[in-house]
């Protein structure tokens, strides 16, 4: 300390000498670390303070940071590239457990699009999506044969999530088909009906059909005949004659389809079933039936006495 009040110059000795809190800071030091002679001591074993940087001016040390966070806060960490958010891959792994285990019958309509969506869309929510495409068309069986630019128009709906929906609407109306064709149609008028459906329920306009059986009434063949607007097909009596010429056919069962829901026949149905009916009877072809399509329902024209 007397080597402190020596090298110091006199405004310090001035202090040191006049100030008593400098005085007693000295006793209280030598009370608590005897071993210290004096302040000098203590501070030799101190670390040199960091130097300066002479061409810069500064601290060779970075600064630290203002704010540090707090030890028990989560810092969150962007996901992995290529990989979906932990929450978007355990819903989905929770939903294809529950299709694999309860079946399709016990999952919405909108759970199911989602699980068809999961392949277009792999790295994103898509139950917004999902639920958006049902209110606009109304059920998945609308969602799956909606045309491809009313599909186009829906938010979030691009050109991956079409061709997914077009491709499982295209592999359940193949097999439905599978299930009718080169088979006799009249046993399996069920299957046939299940068929018409898929096929042509849930069209937006009128489309009319034509299957082609055999003498044993096996179809040959399941050809669409024209597509026309929300309430008129234009049917041509020569052509569907003339293709049933080509193919050998020996029956026909005519199918066409009301958008609106309601299968009731209008004049012009009964008018143009009548007029192929006497055209296939000159060339000894038989038409079995003509059946309308509506929304779940159907009509049968040898059921209902019109044939």
């Known amino acids: 300390m007397d080597k402190f009040r020596a090298e110091a110059g006199p405004p310090v000795k001035a202090v040191y000498s006049c100030c008593p809190k400098v005085r007693g800071i000295e006793s209280s ?20 303070p ?35 958010p932990s929450y978007i891959a355990d819903h989905r792994a929770r939903l294809r457990e529950r299709f694999m285990t309860g079946g399709a019958g016990a ?68 097999m439905a088909r599978g299930r009718v064709m080169q088979r006799p149609v009249l046993s399996g008028w069920d299957a046939l ?19 082609f059986l055999d003498r044993k009434n096996v179809l040959i063949a399941d050809e669409a005949q024209g597509r026309g607007t929300v309430d008129h097909v234009p049917v041509y009596p020569r052509e569907v004659l003339r293709r049933a010429l080509e193919l050998g056919a020996s029956a026909l069962i005519l199918v066409h389809n009301h958008p609106s829901g309601d299968p009731t026949p209008s004049e012009a149905d009964i008018t ?11 060339m000894g072809i038989t038409v079995h039936d003509h059946l309308i399509i509506g929304t779940g329902c159907e009509v049968s024209f040898r059921r209902e006495g019109l044939l």
């Open 29 to 48: 030091f030598q009370i608590i670390f005897p071993a210290f002679a004096d302040l000098n001591g203590f501070f030799s074993i101190l670390p040199d």
């Open 50 to 84: 960091p130097r300066m940087n002479r061409n810069h001016h500064a601290f060779s040390e970075p600064p630290l940071t203002l704010f540090l966070p707090d030890s028990d806060e989560a810092v969150p960490t962007p996901p992995k590239a290529g990989k979906p």
């Open 107 to 174: 999952m919405p309509d909108y759970e199911l699009l989602e699980l068809l969506l999961f392949r277009a869309i792999p790295r994103q929510d898509v139950k917004p999506l999902a639920r958006r495409l049902i209110a606009t068309f109304g059920d998945l069986a609308r969602v799956l044969a909606a045309p491809v630019a009313r599909l186009s128009s829906v938010e979030g709906v691009g050109p991956a999530v079409v061709t997914e929906l077009k491709l499982v609407g295209a592999a359940a109306q193949r």
């Open 193 to 211: 009906l299940d068929y018409c459906h898929t096929a042509m329920g849930h069209e937006g306009v009128e489309e009319f059909r034509v299957l």
């Open 272 to 282: 143009m079933t009548m007029r192929i009916r006497a055209g296939a009877e000159v």
